[in-house]
């Protein structure tokens, strides 16, 4: 499991890595590739916002999971992430395969594609407003779609509930990045892997 798990996660970073090598290759920076999608030393000041964003996050979360049936019986769906790792039991495997997931094969692919490249092509394109909530609506209708495959059963108040979190926590990680880590996508990846740790452990392990 958790060799396949890891084969799996490095796939996923290079599928989303793959579209912003070929862009920057065409484009002939001469920065580097880590420059170009972000990957850099961010501001102490950003990490910190970041954080404020990650308690944010998971506050809003969990009212709306232990106020809400449908979005509590949604996680714990044996075909969502979250589903398959509260099968495996609390144990060593379970714990690596969750890290795996929430801190590599998620958070830092898609803030490799979203932030460090979609969202700051976008940007430089239509400027902030604009470009940063065009990468949060892009980040957040796939996540719906994916979760529409995945489990499409689910009520349409649902997948509504998804697209404006998920979609609101893009556009912050994408504010961050842009006015406050300098352009580093680090705080971001902080971020999202920190709130993906924490709501994936309670779901799978905590709650029944």
Do not use: C, D
Request: proline content about 2%; glycine content about 8%.
């Amino acid at each position: 499991m958790i060799l396949s798990r890891i084969l799996m996660t490095l796939f996923q970073i290079a599928v989303l890595s793959i579209i912003p090598l070929m862009f920057y290759l065409i484009q002939s920076e001469t920065n580097g590739f880590f420059r170009y999608i972000g990957l850099y030393k961010p501001t102490l000041k950003s990490i910190y916002y970041a954080s404020i964003i990650t308690i944010f996050y998971l506050f809003f979360w969990f009212i709306t999971l232990l106020n809400n049936s449908a979005i509590y019986e949604l996680i714990h769906n044996p075909a969502t992430m979250a589903g398959q790792i509260k099968q495996l039991g609390f144990g060593i495997e379970s714990i690596v395969v969750l890290l795996i997931v929430a801190v590599f094969q998620t958070s830092f692919s898609e803030e490799i594609f979203f932030r460090g490249f979609l969202g700051k092509r976008l940007i430089n394109r239509f400027g902030f407003k604009f470009g940063n909530s065009l990468q949060a609506i892009i980040f957040s209708l796939i996540h719906v779609f994916l979760l529409k495959i995945i489990v499409p059963e689910q009520s349409a108040g649902v997948f509504v509930f998804i697209f404006l979190i998920v979609g609101i926590i893009g556009y912050l990680l994408g504010w961050v990045k842009e006015e406050i880590g300098n352009g580093s996508i680090i705080p971001g990846w902080i971020s999202h892997a920190l709130g993906n740790t924490f709501a994936f452990s309670v779901i799978a392990f905590v709650l029944e």
